[in-house]
């Protein structure tokens, strides 16, 4: 077939069995992509905690009696927790990766259909957008990680595509809401989307000369609020505050904290090949008479830049806040690239048209290869000391979760853990414990930070003083010290990290109060020894 018109919304034509499929094809080798690198985060943990308090009948809290939202995941807390409770004894984490590598999938599913409708006459494009997220690091990294990545990233382009629907067809407001509502369910900062499509249907209506104060707004924003006003106050009522406890743990402001977002921007861009796709993206943003969901895409592009500027960034790894929107910048990418294929075959008519199709499918295929970098860096060259695991955080969620083993064997049922690392060792120890960076807990998540922006994203609280008015019985430095040998006293001290352990360690109280144990895990591997400080008899 060629191309002899630019985007179209024409009837397409019917995929034939080949495209379906390299379809099938593109799906299987994001599963293998994802299933290879296999990440694991230890904030999952925090969630799955709550999900098993809940399915247990103690409510959702993170520790029983404590009324705290130290999650920002409310829907992906309660689904879980409702299969935990029908199904007793269910790996969560296993669940919670089964359902997130389903919604990727669906994720590739709706660019295909995406695709297959604005480039009808193209059907060798319909699959350049799924192979392109196929390939790239951090979408396919976060599909495993025990979050709800993908089901918010799928969520996001199936918002812009109903959107797309509405204002092609001219109704359809209730499809068009519903996934900014389960948005807004599924994340703590999900409102953002709201914001966001409310600026991209006021311009939509502007620019087709239409009143904005229309049936279709008031249903939006109707069913909205209809939906999220008693959800607020069922948040106020059960929790005391209406936004999660993490906002308060996370959020500040300062230059430092916004040159923080601008430097993760930044990164993002180096590290997964935007010298590359972004010019395509400003290809399909300087034409005039795009489909309405390309509009849409820009309006999403810069509402998210802007909103993760900020909140300077995030503090895990493979880019968690991009590879929500890496579905929309590779079908942006996709739609400047064929825009590009149109304006050339218009203007150069010697160079014959398969030679068109090589040199695109070859671009493609570099953004595919370019997004993996991170993936190749992990699988290719990992760190010998931390073998065999591939990356640093799922060696750490292991190294927590044997402390947390150990501590559920031997803590006192009344015992109290204070530990800076808060979803494994929580999760397995299943006892009250004091998160030292404020995510789950209350009082150290408003504990002001002098100079926000210049540490970690989400590790700049703390409180060493108020962790030690409440006696724990273990306290554990070093960010959990786990390893192959015992740690003496100036080995903990080298490896105090955040906030709260440097206040512990310098405080006289703590050395006073406070003996160094370590205890044997097993015989061989890397974590032999679990060090810890245990408040005396």
């Not at 799924?130 to 918002?159: D, K």
């Amino acid at each position: 077939m060629s191309e002899s018109s630019p985007l179209t919304a024409d009837e397409p034509t019917q995929p034939n069995a080949l495209i379906l499929i390299g379809l099938v094809a593109i799906i299987a080798l994001y599963l293998w992509h994802a299933l290879s690198v296999g990440y694991v985060v230890d904030d999952a943990y925090i969630s799955l905690r709550y999900a098993h308090n809940f399915a247990e009948g103690h409510g959702l809290v993170y520790n029983i009696s404590e009324r705290v939202e130290g999650y920002t995941n409310f829907l992906w807390v309660m689904c879980l927790g409702i299969i935990a409770w029908a199904i007793r004894g269910v790996d969560l984490l296993v669940v919670a990766q089964g359902i997130s590598l389903a919604f990727g999938a669906a994720t590739l599913i709706l660019m295909f259909i995406l695709a297959r409708r604005s480039f009808a006459k193209s059907p060798w494009l319909w699959l350049a957008g799924p192979i392109m997220l196929a390939g790239n690091s951090s979408f396919c990294a976060w599909s495993t990680g025990g979050l709800a990545g993908t089901v918010y990233a799928f969520l996001i382009l199936l918002a812009l595509v109903m959107h797309d629907r509405e204002f092609r067809i001219g109704q359809g407001a209730l499809a068009s809401v519903i996934p900014i509502v389960l948005l807004s369910l599924v994340r703590g900062d999900g409102f953002i989307w709201f914001a966001i499509f409310s600026v991209f249907r006021f311009v939509e209506h502007f620019r087709r000369g239409q009143s904005v104060l229309n049936r279709r707004t008031l249903i939006w924003v109707g069913v909205f609020l209809a939906v999220l006003g008693p959800y607020i106050a069922w948040r106020v009522w059960y929790y005391g505050y209406p936004l999660p406890n993490t906002y308060y743990a996370k959020v500040g402001g300062s230059i430092d904290l916004y040159v923080r977002g601008f430097r993760y921007s930044k990164h993002f861009f180096e590290q997964c090949g935007g010298a590359l796709w972004l010019p395509l993206i400003g290809i399909s943003w300087i034409k005039r008479d795009s489909p309405t969901w390309i509009r849409g895409g820009h309006w999403i592009l810069l509402g998210w830049f802007a909103y993760i500027i900020k909140v300077g960034g995030d503090g895990l790894a493979f880019f968690r806040f991009f590879s929500y929107i890496v579905p929309v910048m590779y079908m942006l990418a996709v739609a400047g690239l064929y825009d590009m294929i149109v304006w050339a075959k218009e203007n150069t008519r010697k160079i014959s048209w398969w030679r068109y199709r090589l040199a695109m499918s070859t671009v493609v295929l570099m953004l595919a290869g370019l997004g993996a970098q991170l993936s190749n860096q992990v699988l290719r060259r990992p760190d010998p000391s931390i073998a065999p695991y591939h990356h640093f955080d799922n060696y750490f969620v292991a190294r927590c979760a044997a402390a947390g083993r150990w501590l559920a064997a031997n803590a006192h049922e009344d015992d109290v853990i204070a530990s800076t690392p808060a979803g494994a060792i929580a999760y397995f120890t299943d006892r009250t414990v004091i998160d030292m960076l404020g995510l789950t807990d209350q009082h150290i998540a408003r504990v002001p930070t002098v100079k926000p922006g210049r540490g970690r994203a989400g590790h700049e609280k703390g409180d060493g003083v108020y962790v030690l008015s409440r006696e724990p019985a273990f306290i554990l430095l070093g960010n959990v010290a786990v390893g192959p040998k015992p740690m003496n006293a100036e080995d903990i001290e080298r490896d105090l990290c955040q906030r709260s352990e440097h206040e512990i360690w310098a405080d006289p109280v703590f050395h006073k109060t406070y003996e160094l144990q370590s205890v044997r895990l097993s015989d061989s591997g890397p974590f032999q020894y679990f060090t810890f400080y245990r408040k005396k008899s």
